[in-house]
């Protein structure tokens, strides 16, 4: 089987950086992707790192280690509009079927 | 108009009853999913589907069914539903590309009663 941890909650200010983390446990593991839920709202996707390193789109950036079986996303300038929930997920042994971490809700405060 | 269109969009239903919820795309993606959202559970996968002949359980299929109709449609079917698949359901697409990136529907909220 496959499992993605992240943290229930983070608090940050506007204009901070927050980093939110994911380790998982699963073998043959294929990558990592990252999704942005609002409330009330479809998650979107937001990021997916194939292999082990930074990748950067705007204010957010996306990390994997596939050494350590750990991402993270990274959010800079935080703003009001990024308070959301944010999902890592993973496809097993290259299955190609998502399977999506607890999720992290992101409040940012004034 | 939306790429991936869920109806409804709320329904209410009581114990036993048995329900369908509709999904369509026009996105032109041969792989359609089901998940379902329960609050600090993230999203669970229900069934999928790689194309129109094609049907997969996922980590929670009991107690639901699904029917790939065409290409564009996929429908989730709850052969008699329980209070605790009270949850909000999504529908999602995806072409198949390295990544697996997801395309969702806005979401049906069911509740039973």
């Known amino acids: 089987g496959q499992s993605l941890e992240q943290p229930s909650e983070v608090t940050a200010v506007e204009g901070a950086i927050v980093q939110i983390n994911c380790t998982y446990q699963t073998s043959g593991f294929y990558g990592l992707s990252w999704y942005q839920q609002h409330d009330g709202g479809a998650p979107t996707f937001l990021s997916y790192?194939?292999?082990?390193g930074l990748e950067e789109t705007g204010r957010f950036s996306s990390f994997l280690s596939r050494s350590d079986s750990y991402g993270y996303l990274l959010l800079q300038e935080l703003q009001m509009k990024d308070s959301a929930s944010y999902f890592c997920?993973?496809?097993?042994?290259?299955?190609?079927?998502?399977?999506f971490g607890t999720g992290t809700q992101l409040k940012v405060e004034l | 108009d939306a790429d991936v269109t869920q109806t409804p969009r709320n329904r209410i239903t009581k114990t036993g009853k048995r329900i369908m919820l509709e999904c369509s795309q026009t996105?032109?993606?041969?792989?359609m999913y089901w998940y379902r959202q329960d609050p600090g559970l993230g999203l669970r996968l229900i069934y999928y589907s790689f194309d129109v002949k094609d049907i997969n359980k996922g980590e929670i299929s009991d107690g639901y069914s699904v029917s790939r109709q065409a290409q564009a449609k996929f429908s989730l079917s709850l052969e008699s539903a329980i209070p605790n698949q009270t949850a909000l359901y999504f529908c999602?697409?995806?072409?198949?590309?390295?990544?697996?990136?997801?395309?969702f529907g806005s979401g049906t909220q069911l509740s039973v009663l």
């Open positions: 999602a697409t995806s072409d198949g590309s390295t990544g697996e990136k997801l395309f």
């Open positions: 996105k032109g993606h041969d792989r």
């Open positions: 997920a993973g496809p097993p042994g290259g299955g190609n079927k998502l399977t």
């Open positions: 790192n194939a292999l082990d």
